[in-house]
Nanobody
Framework: QGQLVESGGGLVQPGGSLRLSCAAS????????MGWYRQAPGKQRELVAL???????NYADSVKGRFTISRDNAKFTVYLQMNSLKPEDTAVYYC?????????WGQGTQVTVSS
């Protein structure tokens, strides 16, 4: 912790979009896989999406086709583009890095999908 800065959460209506950002230090970013997890109230933290150092991605079934994870190697930043948001996407979203995920955590950013 302390090496990730997350941003981009907020309140959005169903069907809307948000983009989360996670900025890391250069050494963290270039040496590790990066990912996003989320935790809804009363539920366990779950994987949303991950991206390896080489750019291979993996998604939870619940977000496939709606969310896209990407990394900008020049800015040491990983993004989570979230489209067609649903109320069930409401959660605190956490960025993580490590040789194996989940590893070290960011502070989390709240995403609320509600009309």
């Amino acid at each position: 912790q302390g090496q990730l800065v997350e941003s981009g959460g907020g309140l959005v209506q169903p069907g809307g979009s948000l983009r989360l950002s996670c900025a890391a230090s250069g050494s963290v970013f270039t040496k590790n896989a990066m990912g996003w997890y989320r935790q809804a109230p009363g539920k366990q933290r779950e994987l949303v999406a991950l991206i390896t150092r080489s750019g291979t991605t993996n998604y939870a079934d619940s977000v496939k086709g709606r969310f896209t994870i990407s990394r900008d190697n020049a800015k040491f930043t990983v993004y989570l583009q979230m489209n067609s948001l649903k109320p069930e996407d409401t959660a605190v979203y956490y960025c993580t890095y490590g040789s194996v995920l989940p590893g070290y955590w960011g502070q989390g950013t709240q995403v609320t999908v509600s009309s």
